[in-house]
């Protein structure tokens, strides 16, 4: 290496290892200054004889343009350098994770109210929806309950204004109602069918809804769901019930060994009537009898309001408790926990 390769050499080393401007003008300063080393050289060219010169001359501007090269390189490497190192520093964490808008979803007693509708959709039930705010006349007198009569005492209910005196108006205590209403309609809207001795087509319906009574503890609330069951026609009996309520609970809890119970009893819309049991083969509660439903045969009286002759018209009728089939289905064992609203408990049914 000649003396002049050897000092761009030094010079490069040189401004590499200087880590600030400061430092590298201090660098510059030791080879292009007033007293530096291609400053002097070039001084000293004035020494030599002319024909050496033009050669030695050209070869020391080479060199000066060398180190010139490698102080700009440095110069910009010190600035790039810095520059990463301030955005660096003044960098903005945007990874944070937002806060996350919580996935909705139904309540468990809306599942089950559209899982009821469906079951039933596929037997060829409609859904009828009825007003919460009922009279007297549909809750009680048209379902063969009139004023005074004893089974009205384990439906005390939430009287509200409106109404008349004859026909107040109070808090639906359960969803019967709705067969008056529903099947009154049904009867309307085929008139003169009927009338003309033709055969109505069977009034199949159900009804899910809120009911209210005064009631409340861990398996009772002054509000609780209610969906009632009406299939009325010419030919309908007893035995459709069993069949259509039992193919109903089986498919609802996905249980083809589950046993029903139709348990003697009494409703004043309903003769025969009965209540409902079943029994799980397996699981926690295999072997309980646990109460679902009241049911039983559309009594000839509520026929009759409904419309219809009770000797050619018959049908059956239930009502059940989908807060119930809510807590079995999933375990749960204190109804109030429904109508809480906390979201840990309710995100579980998402
Ligand atoms: N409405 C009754 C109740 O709330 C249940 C029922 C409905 C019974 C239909 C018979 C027929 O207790």
């Known amino acids: 290496m000649n003396e002049l390769d050897a000092l761009v050499e030094s010079a490069r080393a040189q401004f590499a290892q200087a880590a600030t401007p400061a430092d590298l003008e201090n660098a510059k300063a030791l080879f292009l200054g007033k007293a530096g080393r291609i400053t002097e050289l070039m001084k000293s060219l004035g020494a030599l004889p002319v024909d050496e010169k033009k050669a030695r001359g050209a070869a020391i501007n080479q060199a000066k343009q060398a180190v010139e090269a490698a102080l700009t390189d440095r110069r910009q490497a010190l600035a790039d350098a810095e520059l990463q190192a301030q955005l660096r520093a003044e960098a903005l964490d945007v990874t944070l994770s937002g806060r996350q808008r919580g996935h909705g979803g139904l309540h468990p007693v809306s599942l089950t109210l559209e899982r009821i509708e469906s079951i039933f959709g596929s037997m060829g039930f409609e859904v009828a929806d009825g007003p919460e705010i009922e009279s007297d006349w549909f809750n009680f007198t048209a379902l063969n309950t009139p004023e005074d009569h004893p089974a009205r005492s384990m439906h005390d209910t939430f009287y509200v204004e409106g109404g008349s005196d004859k026909a107040p108006n109070l808090l639906r205590t359960h969803t019967s109602p709705m067969q008056i209403r529903h099947a009154v309609q049904h009867v309307k809207r085929h008139r003169s069918m009927i009338d003309a001795g033709l055969q109505m087509p069977e009034i199949r319906v159900i009804a899910p809804g809120r009911t209210y009574r005064v009631d409340s503890d861990a398996t009772h609330s002054p509000m609780f769901h209610q969906c009632e069951g009406l299939w009325v026609g010419e030919n309908v009996s007893f035995k459709d019930l069993k069949y ?21 009893s009494f409703f004043p819309f309903t003769e025969p009537s009965a ?76």
Do not use: K
């Open 244 to 264: 259509v309520f039992t193919d109903f609970c089986r498919t609802f809890f996905e249980s083809d060994d589950l046993v029903l119970r139709f348990r003697p």
């Open 275 to 350: 209540e409902i049991d079943i029994q799980f083969q397996q699981g926690p509660l295999a072997g309980r009898w646990l109460e679902v439903a009241g049911s039983g045969q559309v009594h000839p009286n509520v026929v009759r309001n409904m419309g219809l002759d009770p000797e050619r018209y018959i049908g059956f009728a239930f009502g059940m408790g989908p807060d119930r089939l809510t807590m079995l289905r999933y375990g749960v064992n204190d109804l109030r926990l429904f109508f809480d609203g906390d979201v840990r408990f309710l995100a579980q049914f998402r």
